[in-house]
C-alpha cells in the first residue's frame, strides 16, 4: 500500500529535551516536507526536500532541522524544543516539484511542557 | 503576495441539503489548485487538482470547479459521513514545490 509513515504519532516532552519525529514514504517521491498544523493558523510548510541532500526552508523553520540522506526518511529533528513548537506534524511527499498531488502522513501530535 | 481564503469557516447542514464551499486565491501564475479532506487527528487525503479555469472534477457527492480567481466544492445530497474539514491550496509558478493552504471550511452534515 502507498504511504507516509510518521512515528510517533503523540509525544510528551519536556523543553529543551532533543527530539527526532520520522518519516517514510514507500512511493518513491523526490519531493518531501514537513507541517505543523495550529489552529487559525492553517497548514505551514516548515522544511521541504527535492531530492536526497536538497532541502530547503519553508515559511517556519526556526527551531527546526531536517536531513534526507535517503529518498525515502525524511526525519524532523527538535535540538531544543521549547513550548511554542507544540503542535500537530505532519510530513508530505509528492512525485516531483511540479504540479502534482501530495500524500500526508497520519500526524504526530506533539507536546512541549 | 501569494494568499488562499476560504469561507465559510464552518457550514451546518442537514443531510440531503446541498451547498458549495469557496476558495477564493490571489497568486502569481496558478500551476494547480488542491482540494483535501481532513478528518479529526488526521493528516488531509487528497480529493482533486484542477489545472486551468473551466476545469471540473467529481467524485461520488463531490464536484469541484474553477475560475481564474476562484474554486468552488460543490457537495450535492450530503450525509452525515461527509463531515470534515475541508481544505484548498494553491501551488503557484517557481521551484519550490511549495503549496500554499488556506484555513479551511469545517463541514458538519446532521442527519
Known amino acids: 500500500e502507498a504511504q507516509v509513515t510518521q512515528n510517533p504519532r503523540y509525544l510528551i516532552t519536556v523543553t529543551g529535551k532533543k527530539l527526532t519525529v520520522t518519516c517514510s514514504q514507500n512511493?518513491?517521491?523526490?519531493?518531501m516536507s514537513w507541517y505543523r498544523q495550529d489552529p487559525g493558523l492553517g497548514l505551514r510548510q516548515i522544511y521541504y526536500?527535492?531530492?536526497?541532500?536538497?532541502?530547503d526552508k519553508g515559511d517556519v523553520p526556526e527551531g527546526y532541522k531536517v536531513s534526507r540522506k535517503e529518498k525515502r526518511n525524511f526525519p524532523l529533528i527538535l535540538e531544543s524544543p521549547s513550548p511554542n513548537q507544540t503542535s500537530l506534524y505532519f510530513c508530505?511527499?509528492?512525485?516531483?516539484?511540479?504540479?502534482?498531488?501530495?500524500?500526508f502522513g497520519p500526524g504526530t501530535r506533539l507536546t512541549v511542557l | 503576495e501569494d494568499q488562499v481564503t476560504q469561507s465559510p469557516e464552518a457550514l451546518r447542514l442537514q443531510e440531503g441539503e446541498s451547498s458549495s464551499l469557496n476558495c477564493s486565491y490571489t497568486?502569481?501564475?496558478?500551476?494547480?489548485l488542491f482540494w483535501y479532506r481532513q478528518d479529526p487527528g488526521k493528516g488531509p487525503e487528497f480529493l482533486f487538482t484542477?489545472?486551468?479555469a473551466g476545469e471540473e472534477k467529481e467524485k461520488e457527492r463531490l464536484k469541484a470547479t474553477l475560475t481564474k480567481k476562484e474554486s468552488f466544492l460543490h457537495i450535492t445530497a450530503p450525509k452525515p459521513e461527509d463531515s470534515a474539514t475541508y481544505l484548498c491550496?494553491?501551488?503557484?509558478?517557481?521551484?519550490?514545490?511549495?503549496?500554499?493552504f488556506g484555513q479551511g471550511t469545517t463541514l458538519q452534515v446532521k442527519p
Open positions: 497568486v502569481s501564475g496558478l500551476r494547480g
Open positions: 508530505a511527499s509528492k512525485r516531483d516539484r511540479s504540479y502534482n498531488e501530495q500524500f
Open positions: 484542477l489545472y486551468s
Open positions: 512511493m518513491n517521491h523526490e519531493y
Open positions: 491550496a494553491v501551488q503557484a509558478g517557481g521551484n519550490t514545490g511549495k503549496l500554499i
Open positions: 526536500s527535492m531530492n536526497v541532500e536538497v532541502t
